[in-house]
T-cell receptor, first 112, second 117 residues
Framework: DAKTTQPPSMDCAEGRAANLPCNHS???????VYWYRQIHSQGPQYIIH?????ETNEMASLIITEDRKSSTLILPHATLRDTAVYYC?????????????WGAGTKLIIKP | DAGITQSPRHKVTETGTPVTLRCHQT?????MYWYRQDPGHGLRLIHY???????DKGEVSDGYSVSRSKTEDFLLTLESATSSQTSVYFC????????????????FGAGTRLSVL
């Protein structure tokens, strides 16, 4: 069963920051939060992951609350090409031999 | 991204026939995974492999079998396809490089769309 809850859809204006929320209230202490996205008809693409601390890379930032029960993915300057389904995922299992438990995702539409 | 090729990309078959999907990778990644994706759902793990001839079941393994005789190839077989197995199937790989970031990221193929009539 999915361990994450996301809004089914969101809109964002081009050039603005897109903030995608995710609830994972049953997450265990050693389980990571991952974000992937899937552009229509393509394979999922990795974005970012984290455990406790906030993370940033060239694609996005991940903000995890102190109690780890929720997180937010931030796309700082959304473009039309960021229109996709974004999945918040919990990683279970030990390092290297793990499984990703996927939720239903948020369909993000970037509008001109 | 890891070089992952799935074949075929599209397949239509009849109920009761056997079907084999192939995943081929060129990155020498140790781990390989098969997922299915149905409308309105995220991906669900079918089977995975943690080395040549080492496989294990995932969340939705009933009706599926897998084999991995070489590092680069991971086969998914539907012994007797049913209409409930109509889905999009994705293969993924992850490595065991020293860098934890590489080790802990799964890379996905483009998917195989399977229709069972």
């Amino acid at each position: 069963d999915a361990k994450t809850t996301q809004p089914p859809s969101m809109d964002c204006a081009e050039g603005r920051a897109a903030n995608l929320p995710c609830n994972h209230s049953t997450i265990s202490g050693n389980e990571y939060v991952y974000w992937y996205r899937q552009i229509h008809s393509q394979g999922p693409q990795y974005i970012i992951h984290g455990l406790k601390n906030n993370e940033t890379n060239e694609m996005a930032s991940l903000i995890i609350t102190e109690d780890r029960k929720s997180s937010t993915l931030i796309l700082p300057h959304a473009t039309l090409r960021d229109t996709a389904v974004y999945y918040c995922i919990v990683r279970v299992g030990k390092d290297s031999n793990y499984q990703l438990i996927w939720g239903a995702g948020t369909k993000l539409i970037i509008k001109p | 991204d890891a070089g992952i090729t799935q074949s075929p990309r599209h397949k239509v078959t009849e109920t009761g026939t056997p079907v084999t999907l192939r995943c081929h990778q060129t990155e020498n990644h140790r781990y390989m995974y098969w997922y299915r994706q149905d409308p309105g759902h995220g991906l669900r793990l079918i089977h995975y492999s943690y080395g040549v001839k080492d496989t294990d079941k995932g969340e939705v393994s009933d009706g599926y079998s897998v084999s991995r005789s070489k590092t680069e190839d991971f086969l998914l077989t539907l012994e007797s396809a049913t209409s409930s197995q109509t889905s999009v199937y994705f293969c993924a790989t992850s490595g065991t490089a020293i860098s934890s970031n590489v080790r802990n990221i799964q890379y996905f193929g483009a998917g195989t769309r399977l229709s069972v009539l």
